[in-house]
């Protein structure tokens, strides 16, 4: 009797998986035949959600691209401090070594007027005239340009924004005091301002993209959550039947998630496979203008493209998922609801 039991309840369980199995597939069948049935519906959603889906694309790659724009001014950017003609080598040394004490930088870089003049000559290379005005190393005119030549300390800092121990040193220290040529003053703003501007962007295209993915993710959520209710009026006879020979909800509602992730799963492949051309039809110009596109042109080069085609892909199907779910448990609850008042 016990052997019989447990042999009845393998029949009864393989029973459930096969039937489970089944009807699996039958909300896959029904699911595809849906969306081909309401195909110009399908397109419609699916062009929506497709427009969502490239926006916030872009919205990431522009945030994306324009951080990684910001960071590389910030390693270009330093402050130059303009010493008086003759500074000695020593005298420059201890400031040095006063300045990168402080926390805020990075590295300090000094030059000698003889080091700036060599300088001079190297950005010169090419104008002869000039070369040749000037004359030889022995010539007057080289040492009288030395003479004139200032020296000069330039600083790379961790933080552009707050200068002020820098500063403070450069107004307190004796040696700053003594030597920094007040004809030339420190040039603490002249690269800010061109970071600030880059910093701005960024800030700008993040937001701006957000509100815009805000309001076309609202859009493609009431139009696919639109086009499953229309699909639903459609087929309200046939899920009516389903009812009453006792399909369950999941059954039912299963199709119209599949219509859904249908139309998130095409949508993602087209917002990927557009981002993609797009940003490398647009890298070169992009480049041309300064703007660092190394970082995303890594990862779009590499395995990574997989992962960014499958995060749209999967963002794609989280939106058809969500929007066919309200849809759906909005109808089952009203269709609950008349069933309560009939009876």
Same mark, same amino acid.
């Given at each position: 009797?016990?052997?019989?039991?447990?042999?009845?309840?393998?029949?009864?369980?393989?029973?459930?998986?096969?039937?489970?199995?089944?009807?699996?597939?039958?909300?896959?069948?029904?699911?595809?035949?849906?969306?081909?049935?309401?195909?110009?519906? %399908?397109? #419609?959603?699916?062009?929506?959600?497709?427009?969502?889906?490239?926006?916030?694309?872009?919205? +990431?790659?522009?945030? #994306?691209?324009? !951080?990684?724009?910001?960071? #590389?001014?910030?390693?270009?950017?330093?402050?130059?401090?303009?010493?008086?003609?003759?500074?000695?080598?020593?005298?420059?040394?201890?400031?040095?070594?006063?300045?990168?004490?402080?926390?805020?930088?990075?590295?300090?870089?000094?030059?000698?007027?003889?080091?700036?003049?060599?300088?001079?000559?190297?950005?010169?290379?090419?104008?002869?005239?000039?070369?040749?005005?000037?004359?030889?190393?022995?010539?007057?005119?080289?040492?009288?340009?030395?003479?004139?030549?200032?020296?000069?300390?330039?600083?790379?800092?961790?933080?552009?924004?707050?200068?002020?121990?820098?500063?403070?040193?450069? $107004?307190?220290?004796?040696?700053?005091?003594?030597?920094?040529?007040?004809? %030339?003053?420190?040039?603490?703003?002249?690269?800010?301002?061109?970071?600030?501007?880059?910093?701005?962007?960024?800030?700008?295209?993040?937001?701006?993209?957000?509100?815009?993915?805000?309001?076309?993710?609202?859009?493609?959520?009431?139009?696919?959550?639109?086009?499953?209710?229309?699909?639903?009026?459609?087929?309200?006879?046939?899920?009516?039947?389903?009812?009453? +020979?006792? !399909?369950?909800?999941?059954?039912?509602?299963?199709?119209?998630?599949?219509? !859904?992730?249908?139309?998130?799963?095409?949508?993602?492949?087209?917002?990927?496979?557009?981002?993609?051309?797009?940003?490398?039809?647009?890298?070169?110009?992009?480049? $041309?203008?300064?703007?660092?596109?190394?970082?995303?042109?890594?990862?779009?080069?590499?395995?990574?493209?997989?992962? +960014?085609?499958?995060?749209?892909?999967? +963002?794609?199907?989280?939106?058809?998922?969500?929007?066919?779910?309200?849809?759906?448990?909005?109808?089952?609850?009203?269709?609950?609801?008349?069933?309560?008042r009939r009876k």
């Open positions: 009797m016990a052997n019989q039991t447990k042999q009845n309840l393998k029949t009864m369980s393989k029973n459930s998986g096969t039937k489970k199995l089944r009807s699996t597939s039958r909300i896959f069948k029904y699911g595809a035949i849906s969306f081909s049935r309401n195909i110009w519906l %399908s397109i #419609a959603a699916t062009l929506v959600m497709s427009i969502t889906l490239i926006i916030l694309f872009v919205t +990431v790659i522009a945030s #994306a691209i324009l !951080a990684s724009t910001a960071d #590389a001014m910030r390693e270009k950017i330093d402050i130059t401090i303009y010493f008086k003609p003759g500074t000695t080598e020593a005298a420059l040394s201890t400031m040095s070594n006063d300045m990168a004490s402080d926390d805020n930088v990075k590295s300090v870089e000094v030059s000698t007027s003889e080091q700036e003049y060599d300088k001079f000559l190297k950005e010169n290379a090419e104008n002869e005239d000039l070369l040749n005005a000037i004359g030889g190393e022995d010539g007057e005119m080289r040492k009288m340009m030395i003479d004139r030549m200032q020296s000069t300390m330039r600083i790379k800092v961790f933080n552009v924004d707050d200068l002020s121990s820098i500063e403070h040193t450069v $107004n307190t220290n004796r040696l700053f005091l003594v030597n920094v040529d007040p004809s %030339s003053p420190p040039t603490y703003d002249a690269n800010r301002s061109a970071f600030e501007r880059i910093t701005s962007w960024a800030n700008l295209a993040r937001n701006a993209g957000i509100v815009l993915s805000i309001i076309f993710l609202i859009i493609s959520i009431l139009v696919i959550f639109n086009t499953i209710r229309m699909a639903i009026f459609s087929r309200r006879e046939e899920i009516y039947m389903m009812k009453l +020979v006792g !399909a369950d909800n999941s059954f039912i509602r299963g199709p119209f998630l599949i219509e !859904a992730q249908i139309c998130g799963f095409i949508s993602g492949i087209i917002a990927a496979t557009t981002g993609f051309l797009g940003f490398h039809a647009l890298a070169p110009h992009l480049e $041309n203008y300064g703007i660092d596109v190394s970082t995303i042109n890594n990862v779009l080069e590499t395995n990574w493209l997989i992962v +960014v085609y499958l995060v749209t892909i999967f +963002v794609g199907i989280f939106i058809g998922t969500v929007s066919s779910s309200l849809a759906i448990r909005k109808y089952l609850n009203a269709t609950a609801k008349r069933t309560k």
